[in-house]
Every structure is written in structure tokens, then in C-alpha cells.
């Protein structure tokens, strides 16, 4: 079965920092376009980052610098690293999968949630 | 930045044609893709590069895109389709969504 299982939210303070991992089943990451893409409660969607198939990695302005995309291959899974985290980051998180860079996002986790308060 | 524009909200009658717009400068060069979302749960693609269908999703969901306006419309609309619906398009290395239409079934 294609799926996608986020994992990692939780209840962080600002200025602090937390891993989300994204596990794959079904397809293969690295020959996809995965992003993160973002909800804050009672907003619309945001696209947060992309690692393309081959390796380009692209960041939203709200996000650059602080957040990093990655990927492992032998695991099948995706990471966002997310530092120097602000009350404005709080929302759900998703990960997608595209097959092609203009494709659309086909595939869809169910989200983990991301807290950041004091 | 490139910025796509919804309506905030689209009531429809049971039965009758809910049409969703999707407003972008020259939009009708783009890919489009659209999204259904319903409360707590992930977005679910119902129409991908500007009038296709993914298996799974009825006719009664269709699209089209030309000029500065792309269209999302649900014909013959159920309860089941009351949502909030999302195009989204990618530019520049960056994906966009747009802001969001909510879709009452009356």
C-alpha cells in the first residue's frame, strides 16, 4: 500500500528545535518530489520545503534558514529539522509526495501536529 | 511572489453545480491542481493538471483553466462534498496553494 506516516510533532518552546521524519511504503522517495507543506489551526494550506529526486532542495521565504529538508534513502523517509522555532510555525504538518516537479501532490500523510509555546 | 486568489466561500443546493474559482496572473499556463479537505483530515487531490481526474474520483468533479481563471466545479453536488477546496499550482521552484474556498451543500 502507498503511504505516508509523519511522526515527531510536539509541544516545543520558541527558539527550540525538533525533528519530523516522514517513513514511506509503497514507492521510493528518492525518485520523487516530496514536500512538507504546513496548516496553522483554522488556515489554509502553506507549502514549507521540497527535496527534488535529484537532491535540489527548496525552502517558502517564512521558513529559509531555519528549517532543512533531507532524506534517507536506505530508510525510505523524509526529515524536516526545524530550528529557531516561533509561535508562527505552530500548525499541522504533512508530507507530500509529487512524481514530477510540476506534478501535483498525489499522496499525503496524516499529519503531525507541531506546538511551539511557552 | 506568486499569489493564487479563491473565493472564501460557495454555498451550492443539493443536487445543483458548485463552480470554484481560482484566480492567478496568466494562470492558464500553469498546471493546476485541486484539493477536496474535509475537517481533520489530510487534503485529497480530486483534479490534477487542470481538468484530470486521479481513479477514485467521480465524474461529477471537473476543471478547466484558461486566462487568469482557473475552475474548479462539482456537478450534481452530495452533502459528502461539503469541504474546503484548494488549487495549487507550482512557480519558480516553489509551490503556491490558494487561499481556500468552503463548500456548503444547502
Known amino acids: 500500500e502507498v503511504q505516508l506516516v509523519e511522526t515527531g510533532g510536539g509541544l516545543i518552546q520558541p527558539g527550540g528545535s525538533l525533528r519530523l521524519s516522514c517513513a514511506a511504503s509503497g514507492f521510493t522517495v528518492s525518485s520523487n518530489y516530496m514536500s512538507w507543506v504546513r496548516q496553522a489551526p483554522g488556515k489554509g494550506l502553506e507549502w514549507v520545503s521540497v527535496i527534488y529526486s535529484g537532491g535540489s532542495t527548496y525552502y517558502a521565504d517564512s521558513v529559509k534558514g531555519r528549517f532543512t529538508i533531507s532524506r534517507d534513502n536506505s530508510k525510505n523517509t523524509l526529515y524536516l529539522q526545524m530550528n529557531s522555532l516561533r509561535a508562527e510555525d505552530t500548525a499541522v504538518y504533512y508530507c507530500?509526495?509529487?512524481?514530477?516537479?510540476?506534478?501535483?501532490?498525489?499522496?499525503w500523510g496524516q499529519g503531525t501536529m507541531v506546538t511551539v509555546s511557552s | 511572489s506568486y499569489e493564487l486568489t479563491q473565493p472564501l466561500s460557495v454555498s451550492v443546493a443539493l443536487g445543483q453545480t458548485a463552480r470554484i474559482t481560482c484566480g492567478g496572473n496568466n494562470i492558464g499556463s500553469k498546471n493546476v491542481h485541486w484539493y477536496q479537505q474535509k475537517p481533520g483530515q489530510a487534503p485529497v487531490l480530486v483534479i490534477y493538471r487542470d481538468s484530470n481526474r486521479p481513479s477514485g474520483i467521480p465524474e461529477r468533479f471537473s476543471g478547466s483553466n484558461s486566462g487568469n481563471t482557473a475552475t474548479l466545479t462539482i456537478s450534481r453536488a452530495q452533502a459528502g462534498d461539503e469541504a474546503d477546496y484548494y488549487c495549487?499550482?507550482?512557480?519558480?521552484?516553489?509551490?503556491?496553494f490558494g487561499t481556500g474556498t468552503k463548500v456548503t451543500v444547502l
Open positions: 507530500a509526495k509529487a512524481a514530477t516537479v510540476m506534478g501535483a501532490f498525489d499522496i
Open positions: 495549487q499550482v507550482w512557480d519558480s521552484s516553489s509551490y503556491v
